[in-house]
């Protein structure tokens, strides 16, 4: 815009060509269009009410409850947004020379510490934009490890069979083999069959603790005996971090390398694909490893190290997804010491939840959960014919968004529930009521649940048809009647 307007600016610079002044190029004859578009003739009233309507469609975390396992999909709050947009931070050039972003690098540095001493471990990299990135890096921080070492043959990773599945497609990315770990009966990885699977030729464990059934695995020390024992790294995914924060920390367990997911736990607002961040915490004999440049403070001022000859490189570009870290810095100070209290809270609404509904949905694994918690749909099916896809669908009828369903994969007919921190007990209480009006309908009218949602802008749609004949292009007119020359051009 600046050089669009600068022509009605005294004293414009010499050499500065207005855009306007600016030579139109030709277009290619072919990559002309044959007519003018058919473009709807609208009032600005009308178009306004028209995408307002759409926008009113979409579903958040501020338009009702969101409990979506394994996402923590909680509060985003507004004075982060703010912060963000203070002139200081939001104006800032990623490649803003370190003189001029002092308070920049400050932030970053606080909020190293801070993350440090959530995971118990000395040394953290922001520069990871997600978590699966921070997955990624990881991997790839253990591999270099390894190979500096001459310990060329370990090759495996080691990963639950509850896991993310990020952790098994990262393991791909970074090069390695996996090797799956069953879950016993109390929700914990089976130690025999661990032991069985972990040899020299491991590399390490990604484990998410507590883990997506939402379950503490009781026998963390002695897994972390058994892979450090041969050598092994143990890998934390920092999913499920927001039911521990302030209550134990992943390096006490044994943990090596750790990911924080900032728009998870750190209230940073996520979905759709992004925005994110997954900085990435080590041990000692790891950090030389680290993404470069990392982040140094001398005395008063904060700069970037280049100088890293063992590390992996940059992993993102410049360093990192700087306004996550804002949000994030303002969320974390804003608790201060009391930041065990969002843990704990979380972990009480699940608990509540799972004490409500165990009595009318199949509970898998009956022990107090963390943060999160999963039941079963499976005897709605059998007696019913009712889905864990049919509760999910019927569940939006009441203003609810579903939760996570069909995962992890050990549980049949899953439904996977997060309250998060940020829901009073009233709106707990209005999810119960549903759950358990679902519940009830499943018995006494099946199709009502069957053909869910009623009350929604798009119905219930045929998913094995979309998924065999995706529409993946806009159709301008109806089917065999497409102008060719308007489809080509437009």
Same mark, same amino acid.
């Given at each position: 815009m600046e050089l669009i307007f600068e022509k009605s600016r005294p004293g414009r610079r010499a050499?500065?060509?207005?855009?306007?002044?600016?030579?139109?190029?030709?277009?290619?004859?072919?990559?002309?269009?044959?007519?003018?578009?058919?473009?709807?003739?609208?009032?600005?009233?009308?178009?306004?009410?028209?995408?307002t309507a759409l926008a009113d469609r979409t579903f958040g975390i501020?338009?009702?409850?969101?409990?979506?396992?394994?996402?923590?999909?909680?509060?985003?709050?507004?004075?982060?947004?703010?912060?963000?947009?203070?002139?200081?931070f939001r104006d800032l050039h990623p490649l803003q020379e370190e003189d001029g972003a002092q308070g920049a690098l400050e932030l970053m540095w606080e909020l190293q510490q801070m993350l440090i001493e959530i995971a118990g471990l000395p040394a953290v990299t922001l520069q990871p934009a997600a978590g699966s990135q921070g997955e990624l890096t990881g991997l790839m921080l253990m591999r270099a490890a390894f190979a500096d070492r001459g310990e060329h043959d370990r090759r495996v990773i080691v990963t639950a069979d509850t896991a993310h599945g990020t952790n098994p497609a990262s393991v791909t990315m970074a090069g390695f083999e996996l090797a799956k770990v069953a879950t016993?009966?109390?929700?914990?990885?089976?130690?025999?069959?661990?032991?069985?699977?972990?040899?020299d030729r491991t590399a390490g464990l990604m484990l998410t603790n507590p883990s997506t059934l939402g379950l503490f695995d009781e026998g963390i020390e002695e897994i972390a005996r058994i892979?450090?024992?041969?050598?092994?790294?143990?890998?934390?995914?920092?999913?499920?971090?927001?039911?521990?924060?302030?209550?134990?920390?992943?390096?006490?367990?044994?943990?090596?390398?750790?990911?924080?997911?900032?728009?998870?736990?750190?209230?940073?607002?996520?979905?759709?694909?992004?925005p994110g961040g997954g900085p990435v915490a080590v041990a000692s004999e790891l950090e030389p490893y680290l993404p470069s440049p990392t982040l140094l403070r001398d005395g008063e001022r904060f700069r970037l190290d280049h100088d890293r000859p063992k590390s992996i490189g940059r992993v993102r570009g410049f360093a990192g997804p700087f306004a996550v870290f804002v949000r994030a810095y303002a969320f974390m100070r804003a608790y201060g010491p009391a930041m065990r209290e969002m843990s704990d809270v979380a972990v009480l609404n699940a608990n509540?939840?799972?004490?409500?509904?165990?009595?009318?949905?199949?509970?898998?694994?009956?022990?107090?959960?963390?943060?999160?918690?999963?039941?079963?749909?499976?005897?709605?099916?059998?007696?019913?014919?009712?889905?864990?896809?049919?509760?999910?669908?019927?569940?939006?009828?009441?203003?609810?968004?579903?939760?996570?369903?069909?995962?992890?994969l050990v549980v049949a007919e899953a439904l996977m529930i997060e309250p998060t921190e940020t829901e009073p007990k009233e709106r707990l209480d209005a999810f119960v009521e549903a759950m358990r009006s679902i519940a009830a309908e499943a *018995?006494? &009218? =099946?199709? %009502?649940?069957?053909?869910?949602?009623?009350?929604?802008? #798009?119905? !219930?749609?045929?998913?094995?048809?979309? *998924?065999? &004949? =995706?529409? %993946?292009?806009?159709?301008?007119?109806?089917?065999?009647? #497409?102008? !060719?020359?308007?489809?080509?051009?437009?």
């Open positions: 050499g500065r060509v207005p855009a306007y002044d600016l030579p139109v190029p030709e277009i290619p004859a072919e990559l002309a269009r044959a007519k003018p578009p058919r473009l709807p003739e609208v009032s600005e009233s009308e178009l306004v009410r028209h995408f501020d338009t009702g409850f969101y409990p979506l396992g394994s996402c923590t999909m909680k509060h985003n709050p507004r004075v982060n947004e703010r912060a963000a947009a203070l002139p200081g016993t009966e109390r929700g914990n990885l089976d130690l025999d069959d661990l032991r069985a699977k972990v040899d892979f450090h024992d041969r050598g092994a790294l143990l890998y934390y995914d920092g999913a499920n971090l927001n039911a521990v924060v302030g209550r134990s920390r992943p390096g006490d367990m044994g943990f090596d390398i750790v990911h924080y997911n900032l728009h998870k736990t750190f209230s940073q607002p996520h979905g759709g694909g992004g509540y939840l799972l004490a409500r509904l165990k009595d009318v949905y199949d509970l898998p694994y009956d022990r107090l959960c963390m943060h999160e918690f999963v039941l079963s749909a499976r005897t709605l099916k059998r007696e019913h014919g009712i889905t864990a896809l049919d509760v999910a669908k019927r569940l939006m009828d009441y203003g609810i968004h579903p939760p996570t369903i069909y995962f992890p *018995a006494s &009218e =099946p199709e %009502v649940l069957k053909e869910a949602p009623h009350r929604r802008p #798009v119905r !219930r749609l045929d998913e094995v048809k979309a *998924a065999k &004949e =995706p529409v %993946v292009r806009y159709a301008f007119e109806e089917a065999g009647k #497409v102008d !060719r020359s308007s489809a080509r051009a437009g």
